[in-house]
């Protein structure tokens, strides 16, 4: 029976097809003579790509070294296969997107990928599945211990809480358009600021005043028919300070309890009917839209900037104790207050900002996350003393488990802390691409 096996010389590497009477030996001396008669010669799928990649890696050896240059270009066709398949896959199969967006998913696809390209090209079973599977899966190791590593440094839990008060602030400002360049970017500054009715609430009843003035200017004195405020004509002015004392009563304000029962069902329908009354009359008096327009608008803006707020404070407007923590030396939001509060009042917070808005400010207070999603913190303000200050404190427990455990959380003082959603820290998907691409690569050395 004929035997094929592959063979490399200086000049590429061979499939080689040998007679059963004729041993394999002879194949190179006949081959470097000029000729191999009753030997059947192919060139490999490897060794045609090794042609190609070579002189690449070479050109960019010169600037970049030999190290780098093979992590750039890659040097068989399953490292081609394996580093290019998410790229191609996420661009053109929208399904296969989803599936490579999880970590699992690009191992498995690499698994997948690799194998199949390894044996096509005739390298050895399992191989391809090592440099794909493998080498991906060391890539996400490394990219998870990483942002694990960053998150649990000292300084790193105010330094997240800093970033994402910052994400929230810009967030209410893009929301609520008359709040643009107010909302502070520090917890201890928005402390203050949800709290002074002349910081917060003012900007909002200013901008919700000039609305309605344009609004009024392009009626020309006419005055509107709301049955639901009024028997008599009002101007929109009147009619806006009617509907307010009825929101309050309807939604609450200080009577909150009482906004629940069956009356003040009642009393919300009648709002939306007043409403629904001043925007047809509006439209009635003035046929181009525009004063409806300016009063909705300023309407709207200004009940989402108030639920907004409200989230801040505990019920009748008073200071909500747990959502701000004070340390000896800062501030800091309390996120997992806020992602419960954002979940309970989803029914109010989706009315007043809508749909759209609504996803928007719940991507930024679950980082991406389901919606009931929480942070679950370590204790204390997660700094270097804290873990020894925890376990030789008065009231503590000082078990030798847990007296193992001082040297680490003192070095890692936030390595306990979970996140919800994307925890930060997270790598961008470039940069775990880069680090997939390196364990498949250094996988394909170790592998040789």
């Not at 600037?63 to 890659?74: C, I, M, S």
């Not at 199969?93 to 999880?102: A, E, F, H, W």
């Not at 909705?296 to 505990?314: C, D, K, M, P, T």
């Not at 747990?322 to 989706?350: S, Y």
Request: glycine share 12%; charged share 25%.
């Amino acid at each position: 029976m004929p035997r094929e096996v592959e063979y490399e010389n200086d000049q590429g590497t061979f499939r080689v097809i040998s007679p059963q009477d004729r041993p394999i030996e002879e194949f190179n001396a006949a081959f470097q003579a000029g000729g191999a008669p009753g030997f059947e010669i192919a060139e490999t799928l490897r060794s045609r790509f090794q042609k190609f990649s070579e002189p690449a890696t070479r050109a960019v050896a010169k600037p970049l070294g030999r190290t780098l240059a093979e992590f750039v270009v890659p040097q068989s066709p399953v490292e081609a296969a394996t580093m290019l398949t998410p790229l191609k896959a996420l661009k053109a199969v929208p399904i296969l997107g989803k599936v490579l967006g999880s970590a699992l998913g690009r191992i498995g696809a690499g698994t997948a990928v690799g194998e199949g390209v390894g044996m096509a090209t005739g390298e050895p079973p399992g191989r391809g599945a090592m440099i794909g599977g493998g080498g991906t899966a060391a890539g996400e190791t490394a990219g998870a211990l990483g942002s694990k590593l960053l998150r649990s440094l000292p300084g790193a839990r105010q330094r997240i809480g800093e970033t994402d008060v910052g994400r929230l602030a810009e967030q209410i400002e893009e929301t609520v358009p008359p709040l643009r360049g107010r909302v502070p970017k520090t917890a201890a500054e928005l402390q203050d600021f949800t709290l002074r009715a002349r910081r917060s609430k003012y900007p909002l009843g200013d901008a919700y005043e000039a609305g309605v003035q344009e609004a009024e200017q392009r009626l020309g004195g006419q005055l509107l028919e709301v049955p639901s405020l009024s028997e008599f004509p009002l101007s929109l002015t009147d009619a806006t300070e009617r509907l307010s004392t009825l929101g309050q009563r309807a939604f609450g304000g200080k009577t909150d309890l009482f906004a629940r029962t069956m009356q003040g069902k009642d009393r919300r329908a009648l709002y939306e009917n007043a409403i629904n009354q001043i925007t047809r009359e509006l439209n009635r008096l003035d046929a181009t839209g525009e004063a409806a327009a300016a009063y909705n608008i300023a309407r709207i803006q200004y009940r989402s900037g108030i639920a907004l707020l409200s989230l801040f404070r505990a019920e009748g407007g008073k200071p909500d104790a747990e959502m701000f923590r004070a340390f000896p030396d800062h501030i800091e939001l309390n996120w997992r207050r806020l992602q419960q509060k954002f979940a309970q009042r989803r029914e109010l917070l989706e009315d007043r900002l809508g749909p759209d808005e609504f996803a928007k400010v719940q991507a930024v207070v679950t980082r991406g996350g389901p919606l009931g999603t929480v942070d679950i913190p370590v204790p204390g303000a997660g700094r270097m003393g804290t873990a020894a200050m925890q376990t030789f404190g008065r009231g503590t427990q000082t078990g030798s488990t847990s007296i193992l455990g001082v040297p680490l959380r003192t070095l890692l003082p936030n390595i306990g802390a979970e996140y919800a959603g994307r925890a930060p820290f997270t790598p961008s998907a470039l940069v775990q691409y880069l680090l997939d691409v390196g364990g498949q690569r250094g996988t394909a050395r170790l592998s040789e």
